[in-house]
């Protein structure tokens, strides 16, 4: 799933036609709607609600709109869903804005490239198609997977946080090896591969929900089907001549608005380091913040997260002491239930008896206690 900067949603516009006209389509709807034949030439399917001829499937029954598919909004404007027509695959379709990131489809190619989609420490989402626009304001428009935020479905187990931050310290390890800096690696835009997890898919809008709407999607665990994690959205990503020596650039703020350096606008920094801040930083909030047990990580994070960007090791050096922090680590350990800091006693007896109960299974099935795909 490509990530939306907030600038680019529509959000009042979306909001007052949910409540007074969800029937009628919002400007962010209408652009897609417009080129829905020209994507269905290039082999791609929109939900009905983007196609030309839709009638709301709600008009003259006595349901709500809220209760069908086609009653959900995109209020989105650059990015939606589709089914590649040809073997049913989920994709998702954004827009490239040449004016917004101009650099992004040069570097989706790049890092898609036969070459480099080999290396199975390359964890950016591959690009699978460029739909080329004629005479239209967009260039084109990029098809990739449809992926699911990294902690949707909720992580269960240490190990599953072990293998979903060994897979992004090696995809950054990969990013930087190639001299290109994300500048965006923040919570939204890691993404989750569900392909394994959710065989049969989910609802693009609603996540929780089949693909067709009619009830929960049902899904394995990641220690069941390990899964592979993704860095999204390059539209502030660079590449620079490693022969250029360092490179110094303007900060550009993404997700995390958080990193040190990024309070004095009008200094150059190195946004390798800044790269490195951001994933210590999500480990931060989104692990160590929110659940126990982690201490095993929090001295290497406390260094990504330094002060001074000179003095955070590089990412060679992260992959490095994770690898050992790993190997340090205990099967009982990784297999434990990751514990939420402010769970209520009585969730917790309930959530644990569950727990013992499924990594029984996992052990009579040989399953890793750290689930690398």
Known sequence: MAHISSESLNTEESLRADFTDPGRRIRSERWWTKREKLLEAAGYRLRPRFRQEWVPSWHGTKEFYFSKEDGLLNIFRVALDATRISDGKPVMMKQVVRAEGPYELDIATYLSSEGLMADPRNH???????????????????????????????????????????????????????????????????????????????????LSRRKNYKG??????????????????????????????????????????????????????????????????????????????????????????????????????????????????????????????????????FRSWGYLYRTAGYILTKKSPIPDP
């Not at 890691?190 to 392909?195: R, T």
């Open 216 to 349: 929960k999607a049902k899904h394995y665990t990641r220690t069941q089907r390990p899964s592979k994690y993704y860095f999204i959205d390059f539209g502030l990503s660079r590449r620079y001549d490693p022969a250029a020596g360092p490179p110094l650039d303007e900060p550009l703020q993404g997700g995390d608005k958080t990193a040190p350096e990024h309070r004095d606008q009008s200094n150059l920094c190195n946004p390798f380091f800044t790269d490195i801040y951001y994933l210590g930083n999500l480990i931060r909030e989104r692990f160590l913040y929110k659940r126990l047990g982690f201490e095993f990580v929090e001295p290497l994070v406390a260094d990504m997260i330094q002060e001074d960007p000179e003095k955070r090791p590089k990412i060679e050096e992260v992959v490095t002491r994770f690898a050992e922090i790993r190997k340090s680590l205990s099967s009982r350990k990784l297999r434990s239930r990751m514990i939420p800091r402010k769970e209520i006693g009585l969730v917790g007896s």
């Open 124 to 206: 950016t989402v591959p690009l699978l198609e460029v739909i080329e626009l004629p005479n239209d304001e967009r260039d084109k428009i990029m098809v990739m997977p449809l992926l699911r935020p990294f902690n949707n479905p909720k992580f269960e187990t240490y190990g599953e946080a072990v293998a979903f931050m060994t897979q992004i310290f090696e995809g950054l390890q990969f990013m930087h090896e190639h001299n290109i800096a994300h500048r965006d690696c923040t919570k939204n835009n890691i993404m989750l591969d569900p392909s394994s997890m959710y065989p049969e898919s989910f609802h693009p809008v609603k």
